[in-house]
């Protein structure tokens, strides 16, 4: 389809194991966000991308948590050494420009489960 | 600071009207979002208000009062597929994101 599509959809890793989520954001869309969200609660910001620049990084919970968007399309989310408060639902959005009133479109999460 | 909240969990009954409440103190505010968020699938987009007032849309209505910082969604004529999460998000215009409430979960009864 032309919806946010997100890889792996499911994810068991290791206590210690790197794991690597990919987005691809709709064709065209310019602003790119990746979401945490744990069991029962609303989605958590961590970063967000306009073509391939990191403007905010700020909901990054810790330096293990690393993203990017090269080409100013695909983006990557990597968790080095994971641990298991990392298990949740990582959700890639989209729009197609920054700015209010312009919808953001979500992927159907890629879900983490740390054993 | 940054703070946004809704009831954690609602009861209606299929045919009847719900409202669910949000209130939030986030800055640089520029728009009150509302999703719908079935279990295991992806948040889909309701509706969008940056003005005071009641923007309908088929069944769903969303209204905001910026001067009380408060939004509701109004969902009419329920029907059993309306059991979801339903998110209150608001735009911050100082990043270009929105910061979500932690949803309220809505069981529609027969």
């Known amino acids: 389809g032309a919806g946010v599509s997100q890889s792996p959809r499911y994810k068991v890793a290791k206590r210690g194991q790197d794991v690597a989520l990919r987005c691809d954001p709709i064709?065209?869309?310019?602003?790119l966000f990746w979401y945490q969200q744990a069991l029962g609660q609303g989605p958590e910001f961590l970063t967000y991308f306009q073509n391939e620049a990191q403007l905010d990084k700020s909901g990054l919970p810790s330096d293990r948590f690393f993203a990017e968007r090269p080409e100013g399309s695909v983006s990557t989310l990597k968790i080095q050494r994971t641990q298991q408060e990392d298990s949740a639902v990582y959700l890639c959005?989209?729009?197609?420009?920054?700015?209010?009133?312009?919808?953001?479109?979500f992927g159907e999460g890629s879900w983490l489960t740390v054993v | 600071g940054q703070n946004i909240d809704q009831p954690t969990e609602m009861t209606a009954t299929e045919g009847a009207i719900v409202q669910i409440n949000c209130t939030y103190q986030t800055s640089g505010f520029n728009g009150l979002f509302w999703y719908q968020q079935h279990a295991g699938e992806a948040p889909t987009f309701l509706s969008y208000n940056v003005l005071d007032g009641l923007e309908e849309k088929g069944r769903f209505s969303s209204f905001l009062s910026r001067s009380k910082g408060y939004s509701y969604l109004l969902l009419k004529e329920l029907q059993m597929k309306d059991s979801a999460s339903y998110l209150c998000a608001s735009f911050n215009n100082q990043g270009g994101k929105l910061i979500f409430g932690q949803g309220t979960e809505l069981s529609v009864k027969p």
């Open positions: 064709s065209g869309h310019v602003s």
């Open positions: 959005a989209s729009s197609l420009v920054q700015g209010a009133g312009n919808t953001i479109y």
